[in-house]
């Protein structure tokens, strides 16, 4: 999906295959539809009055070959009362027009916004939301389809303007359609079953990542290498299965040579059965998803890499399966992590924070700028957020807030929970210096309070992203959250990074 902007000087000779004009439910159009309107000799407003066209969020009205103007068809998008048209209700707007326009078979479509700008939403937001969501729509699943929908004609989006374009709008624009390409690509690897989505071939998507972008490097290590380092609570959760695990580290070189990278961690369960702690059958097909964190630390890269920004970004993707068998751990064993500390294992099932624990003691040794692990972890964080806001855990409060920021601002957002001590007492065993699990009360919270042992030297953060990966029901498929949370949270710390000493690689 193409997505650009463009300074529209008349908008009746805008020459598109579909206008996109917002209408407020008062019933009025606004300014700019209005000229429309008579350009058209008034085409638009006898339609809506035929209709009954109120112009609620999530209703529209297809206009083929209006007199008058120079677009094939025009959509007539309803955006309801614009003093109460939050980032939700635009989401919801967009999103619906974008349907419509999919549905129309139009290849490509220019949205003439000025008038909602004027409401509350600058131009800025606007473009970022239109390409984010323009993006998104362009995604379908096909991999494993015998006869897949036709896919979407729609190509090119145009975020049109009669004002000219700032280079903040310009910028928003470019962001949103690289966002949502990186978005895309998590989507997808959460999807692909278990049996094609293995360890394996999530090492392999990485290496083609690299493969595609040349400021990205990767490495891949193996078990063996895992034992070398002594990654006991990594190799503890991949014990019960066949499929190798891998450890993937992927590099992103923007910045100078010497500056500190921000390091995403991911959790990469490519099926969570629950091991011997059996997980129950019903939902159980939905434990493919259990690697959206690594899916989206893979997505963040193919954003940022399009995107170039000046500084440097380590993934690292902890992937293996949990599953059961003879060789499997047991509840009550107890292993040695890579920090020395040794674990009880009270419930296989709490197998992410292992992995993870391992894979953040790893990440240390690239002296992140920042820490982030980004994971499916619990579902006590469904029961406390459910699928809108992911979970934040931060020892940091400027990293919490620069966090929170990048969601809002993308609108993937997150919401903070508490990383306090007094939790940590429900991590205590009787058998090694920490239990894997902290009892049914504060589940999500437990869980972060485990990682935070393994992260004291650090500025970290956790984001459980267990309610927000990936959606249930008639839609079930992975969201691509929260690709865009972390890239704008990167981008953002490229714009604040101070001036690379001299002599430095730029
Ligand atoms: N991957 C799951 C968490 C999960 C469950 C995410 C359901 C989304 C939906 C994780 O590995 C897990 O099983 N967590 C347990 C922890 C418990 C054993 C302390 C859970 O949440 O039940
Ligand atoms: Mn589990
Ligand atoms: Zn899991």
């Known amino acids: 999906m193409e997505i650009t902007t463009r300074h529209v000087k008349d908008a009746a000779a805008e020459r598109c295959a579909c206008l996109v004009l917002p209408v407020a439910d008062s019933g009025k159009p606004g300014a700019l539809t209005a000229a429309i309107d008579r350009a058209s000799g008034g085409a638009l407003t006898r339609r809506m009055r035929s209709e009954h066209f109120k112009g609620a969020v999530g209703k529209s009205l297809l206009l083929h070959e209006p007199q008058g103007l120079a677009a094939a068809r025009v959509l007539l998008l309803g955006c309801g009362d614009p003093r109460k048209l939050d980032t939700t209700a635009l989401r919801k707007a967009l999103q619906h027009a974008l349907g419509a326009l999919q549905a129309s078979g139009a290849t490509d479509a220019s949205f003439l916004l000025d008038d909602l700008a004027t409401a509350g939403h600058g131009h800025e937001q606007l473009a970022l939301q239109l390409a984010l969501l323009a993006g998104a729509s362009s995604y379908r699943y096909t991999h494993t389809l015998s006869r897949p929908e036709p896919a979407p004609r729609l190509g090119k989006v145009v975020f049109a303007s009669t004002q000219k374009p ?16 990186g978005a895309n690509l998590a989507r997808e690897l959460g999807n692909l079953p278990a049996n094609i989505c293995t360890p394996g071939h999530l090492a392999a998507q990485a290496r083609a990542l690299a493969g595609r972008h040349p400021q990205l490097h990767c490495r891949v290590l193996d078990e063996k290498k895992m034992k070398e380092l002594r990654m006991g609570a990594l190799l503890s959760v991949t014990a019960g299965t066949r499929e190798p695990a891998k450890l993937i580290v992927l590099e ?123 994971a499916t972890l619990t579902g006590a964080c469904v029961v406390a957020l459910g699928k809108h806001a992911s979970g934040l855990f931060a020892n940091d409060e400027e990293l919490a807030a620069q966090l929170l920021a990048a969601g809002e601002a993308t609108h993937d957002r997150a919401w903070r929970m508490p990383l306090w001590e007094d939790y940590q007492e429900q991590l205590k065993s009787n058998f090694a210096d920490v239990a894997n699990v902290g009892g049914p009360a504060a589940g999500s919270v437990t869980a972060a309070c485990f990682l935070a042992r393994f992260t004291r030297e650090q500025r970290w953060a956790h984001l459980d992203i267990a309610g927000t990966a990936w959606e249930q029901g008639a839609a079930k498929g992975a969201t691509g959250r929260p690709v865009a949370l972390l890239a704008r949270y990167l981008l953002e710390r490229a714009g604040s990074a101070k001036k690379p000493p001299a002599g430095a690689r730029g």
């Open 252 to 374: 992103y070189r923007g910045g100078a040579r010497r500056e500190r990278p921000h390091v995403l961690v991911g959790k990469g369960i490519t099926f969570d059965s629950g091991g011997i702690s059996l997980k129950p059958g019903a939902a159980m097909d939905e434990m493919k998803f259990d690697m959206c964190g690594a899916a989206s630390v893979l997505g963040t890269l193919e954003a940022i890499a399009r995107l170039q920004p000046r500084l440097n970004v380590v993934g690292i993707v902890a992937a293996c399966e949990n599953l059961p068998s003879g060789t499997a751990t047991r509840p009550g064993d107890v292993v040695k992590s890579m920090a020395g500390t040794t674990i009880e294992i009270l419930n296989t099932d709490a197998e992410g924070r292992l992995i993870l624990c391992d894979a953040l003691h790893y990440a240390q040794r690239f002296q992140p700028a920042s820490l982030i692990d980004i």
């Open 166 to 181: 700032s280079a903040r709008t310009v910028r928003a624009a470019a962001e949103g359609q690289a966002i949502a390409a």
